[in-house]
């Protein structure tokens, strides 16, 4: 055959192939114009529609969650934190071992299916990606405060844990008992009360707070200037009455549940004394019990006795940029940029290994 009938063939042979493509196009146009296509949720997809879409969801998530790089996952304070979220803001969905699904979540299309085997069927990372992105139309939502990655990787490690957990065990982890003798059970089942302390170390003890530290953190939460996937939709929930009283509710409390420190040596406590009250003053770090002791102004919180892992995750954060959206922690945040990891932890365990007595000074009570 001729070189100039191959060419005449080929643009045939194209003309044809976008003729067709133009014909499917208009076609699918007027199929969706046409209104034939049912897309009540009382009746599935076309099957291939189903297969289509699952081929499409699974691919995505696998080639997204390309490079994401897992943490460790095994520690159980992380597991208790993501577990209070989880009972709270997945469980509704999709169910749990104390409560099944209601019929209008059964009823959506795709229903929300069990996560109690998710682990065994997603890689970390992909479960990452999941939880911190969603799903287009499907009702899941992304994580409401999608750069808070440290949260999102609290549920994988309670999704991780979750096929090993019956009711009575997975009751106790989410601390169910209890909650309708409290106004305030959302916020107890993680940060504690009178009788508990909080659920993790990763949560802090809002127990003796003052009043107006603890109203305007829940302001801010609400407003999204301290973003947090756990937090900002209950705050959000909470009229001033409420805040009210949640805030004289802690502030009421005696904060007597001294945390251990088990995980501090005595000279990483040391290290971190000295610079809780003197500073490190060619480094530009200021002495915290200036701002963080007994006698601090009320707009700050008070350390001592706090939880060493959420003090040098919260440091952490402002480092990274997510805490200095509001005046407070823009004051905050070039201090923490200047502590080095080892200072940030050094100062956390001192914090934590300090109880709740600390003399007007700032100085460890004897």
């Known amino acids: ?204 003890r809002l127990a003796g707070q003052s009043r107006r530290y603890l109203a305007v953190s829940l302001d801010h939460y609400a407003a999204g200037a301290r973003p947090s996937g756990l937090m900002e939709a209950p705050a959000a929930q909470l009229d001033e009455s409420t805040i009210a009283r949640v805030a004289d509710y802690y502030a009421s409390i005696d904060a007597a549940h001294r945390s251990t420190a088990a995980d501090a040596t005595a000279p990483r406590i040391a290290r971190g004394r000295i610079i809780a009250n003197e500073g490190v003053r060619s480094e530009l770090i200021p002495p915290c019990v200036a701002c963080h002791g007994a006698e601090a102004h009320d707009l700050f919180p008070r350390l001592a006795g706090q939880h060493a892992p959420y003090i040098a995750g919260q440091l952490r954060l402002w480092q990274s940029g997510l805490r200095d959206a509001s005046v407070l922690g823009a004051i905050m945040a070039p201090i923490a940029r200047r502590l080095s990891d080892g200072q940030i932890d050094d100062v956390a365990a001192f914090f934590e290994s300090a109880g709740t007595e600390l003399s007007p000074g700032g100085h460890v009570r004897p």
């Not at 169910?176 to 059970?185: D, L, Q, Y």
């Open 1 to 204: 055959m001729k070189l100039g009938q191959l060419r005449v063939r080929h643009r045939v042979l194209l003309r044809w192939t976008a003729g067709g493509v133009a014909a499917l196009g208009v076609g699918a146009l007027l199929f969706a114009w046409s209104g034939i296509y049912n897309v009540a949720a009382s009746r599935d997809h076309f099957w291939i529609t189903t297969a289509f879409l699952e081929l499409a969801l699974r691919s995505s998530v696998r080639t997204h969650s390309l490079g994401i790089d897992p943490p460790m996952l095994d520690d159980d304070q992380l597991v208790a934190l993501g577990a209070g979220h989880f009972e709270s803001g997945c469980a509704p969905c999709h169910g749990s071992p104390l409560a099944v699904t209601t019929p209008p979540f059964e009823n959506m299309l795709p229903a929300p299916p069990s996560l109690s085997n998710a682990a065994e069927e997603w890689s970390d990372a992909q479960l990452f990606w999941i939880v911190k992105n969603g799903f287009k139309y499907t009702g899941m939502p992304a994580w409401p405060a999608i750069e808070r990655d440290d949260e999102v990787w609290a549920v994988i490690a309670f999704l991780k844990r979750y096929p090993e957990l019956d009711a009575q065990e997975y009751g106790a982890l989410v601390r169910t008992a209890g909650e309708r003798e409290n106004e305030f059970a959302l916020c107890v089942r993680c940060h504690g009360d009178e009788t508990a302390p909080p659920s993790s170390r990763f949560v802090p």
